[in-house]
């Protein structure tokens, strides 16, 4: 660790590392709402031990998603990542879920018949005020690479880059990955 960088401890993963960017997204109002959301919605009523946020998720995919960018600069050096790629990453893993709205997808389910935008279309709209709200240090070719590898349309869906933070293909991805784990630890099960 080096003296820029802060640690969260997490009971899955361990100390997860953030960058002062991150730390900065994360100290901001709308990332830490996240911490008021349960992820499993109510869930918690028949599981009482279910009572884990979207907050703790989303760092969650934020440490994976650095873990697997890594792994991919290590055994892949052809592909030329760069460690501000893989932060980028992390920024998406950390912000992927600051749509969601209260009981989570029940939530999303029923806003989304009525023709309101998805949790990932609010999370982009969100993601975009905090860059500027906040004055996050990301170019804006960064600001629209990070919202493809959250929600990636047709022209990057299939960029296996962007299928790391949300597989629009097959649905394996760092965001399944912590949520199956982190659910199945308080849930017990």
């Excluded at 900065?24 to 279910?50: C, H, N, W």
């Excluded at 989304?112 to 998805?118: A, M």
């Amino acid at each position: 660790m080096t003296d820029t960088t802060k640690q969260i401890f997490c009971p899955l993963w361990g100390f997860i590392e953030l960058t002062p960017l991150l730390v900065q997204i994360l100290d901001t109002p709308e990332v830490q709402r996240l911490r008021d959301m349960k992820q499993l919605g109510a869930t918690y009523l028949v599981f009482p031990s279910a009572t884990h946020t979207r907050l703790e998720h989303s760092l969650g995919v934020c440490h994976l998603a650095k873990k697997m960018g890594t792994k991919l600069k290590k055994h892949h050096p052809e592909i030329n990542i760069s460690e501000r790629f893989i932060e980028l990453l992390q920024v998406a893993g950390l912000v992927h879920d600051i749509g969601h709205g209260p009981y989570s997808h029940l939530y999303d389910d029923i806003v989304t018949k009525l023709g309101r935008p998805s949790h990932e279309e609010r999370g982009i709209k969100i993601f975009q005020n905090v860059v500027v709200k906040y004055n996050i240090q990301i170019e804006p070719s960064e600001v629209n690479m990070i919202i493809q590898m959250i929600n990636p349309t047709d022209e990057y869906k299939n960029n296996y880059l962007f299928q790391i933070v949300a597989n629009k293909v097959c649905s394996l991805d760092v965001d399944k990955l912590d949520y199956i784990q982190r659910d199945s630890y308080h849930l017990g099960l």
